[in-house]
């Protein structure tokens, strides 16, 4: 290997290095609060399914402001939003720490999501606009390894901060991260910036943003007995009446906020559509599984975050192995087959009881991480398989809206059957026996993104793939 060779790979390498940065600290904070939820509960004098807010509060606001951050990362340099998001982040998790009810909570929750809104759409912009189609999968597969270090971490490290310390430190250890992340990127990003930066679209940013806020939040607040019927219906019907005039909106403008003729491209479609039901899935378990070990089965968050840590460990074991896989049997068969595999091991835990022996909990979930790993990696790569350079913001932001929503809709979705399960019981407490059903329904809306994979083309996203595997498929 000569010296321009390792030079060029060691950059390809470490700008998603850097990026995933941002990564990791968002996914250590989204999979560290899910531990630690009973407790905060317990402390902030509420109950857990009402501390759905404080999740769904910070997807919220990435709903709202991920729009707009593929215009700004092309107006003033996806470097420079880039860091400014990490201490926006960085403040938000301050918040966090200090709050002293429910209420404060979700307010540092959305100041978390404002800044996350803008680093991780923006830092993978980074990435696509820095990297060639063929290395693709490769960049994603470096881009996502640190973040997935996150979901590892984050269940033990929570169980252990809430279990031996105070739960608030969950959110102060993002700090440290960021003073890092803001170092190397000042360091070594370099300034990326869009040949033109299209007109703000501002009457779309008033629409779609709100419009999906609002809708989400009167679904949310739906049976939490936190508002009355009026304003619930209000906000549910209310934020849908703005999206559908932001799609009217949307034909109408030349260079509309969230371009909806991206899903005119067959792998952008499948991969928004039927990526979107499986991540439901995938953002409904982390919900759901330690509420179940620790209310269902008596664990402690430490032990609960010693089970729930296998699925990370699982999805970073195949992140470098996903490339060779996708070369060897195409994006299609993969999607479709994979799909089902991890709607199966989705479903798995709807058979754990309190004797279900630890090491066959966290085989199941090491599995079902493995398989979730390789499907998330297939379609946010095919995803981009069809865009031109001159799309990749809109498609990157776009995309990363689509993401957030699934994992929210996921979170209340989850929370909604649950209380119905709770109501059909005539119970008010969460036992063990409160959850197969759920993972059961989590598992069914999973499996529909089959639906949406089975249409792409068998060599669909071929050109993500190497020259050899497609030409031996073919």
Known sequence: MTRATALSMI????????????????????????????????????????????????????AIFIPASGWMADRFGARSVFRLAI?????????????????????????????GSMMVPVGRLIVLRTTPKSALVDALAWLTMPALLGPVMGPPLGGFI??????????WINIPIAALGVTLVTLFIPRVRAEATRAFDALGFLLVGPGLAAFLTGVTMAGLGLS????????????????????????RVEAPLVDLTLFSLPTFRAAALGGS?????????????????????????????????????????????????LNRFGFRRILIVNAVLGSLFLLAPASFTAATPYAAMVGVLFIGGICRSLE??????????????????????FNSVLQQLSRSIGITVAAFALQGVQSYRDTAQITAASFPPVFW?????????????????????????????SEGRA
């Not at 304003?231 to 799609?247: P, R």
């Open 228 to 251: 009355s019927m009026a304003v619930m219906l209000g906000l549910t019907f209310g934020g849908l009446a703005l999206v559908l005039l932001y799609i009217r909106h949307a034909g």
């Open 11 to 62: 950059k390809s390498r470490a700008i998603p290095l850097i990026v995933a940065t941002a990564l990791f600290m968002e996914n250590l904070d989204s999979t560290v609060i899910a531990t630690s939820l009973p407790k905060i509960a317990q402390d902030l004098g509420t109950s857990p399914i009402h501390l759905k807010l404080a999740l769904t509060s910070y997807l919220l606001a990435l």
């Open 441 to 469: 329904m989590i598992a069914g809306v999973s499996i529909a993104s089959v639906i949406w994979f089975l249409r792409l083309s068998p060599d669909a996203g071929g050109q993500l793939l190497s020259r050899r595997s």
């Open 162 to 171: 809430t279990t031996y310390f105070d739960w608030r430190w969950i959110f």
């Open 277 to 325: 039901l499986f991540r439901i899935g995938g953002g409904a378990q982390p919900f759901l599984l330690p509420l179940m070990l620790q209310l269902g089965f008596g664990y402690s968050p430490f032990q609960s975050g010693l089970v729930t840590l296998a699925t990370g460990a699982g999805a970073l074991t195949l992140k470098f192995g996903a490339q060779r896989i």
């Open 87 to 115: 201490l926006v982040f960085a403040t938000g998790s301050i918040a966090c720490g200090a709050s002293s009810s429910l209420f404060w909570l979700v307010c540092a929750r959305v100041l978390q999501g404002i800044g």
């Open 376 to 397: 998330f990696t297939s379609i946010s790569a095919i995803a981009y398989s069809e865009i031109t350079s001159d799309r990749m913001s809109s498609a990157t932001s």
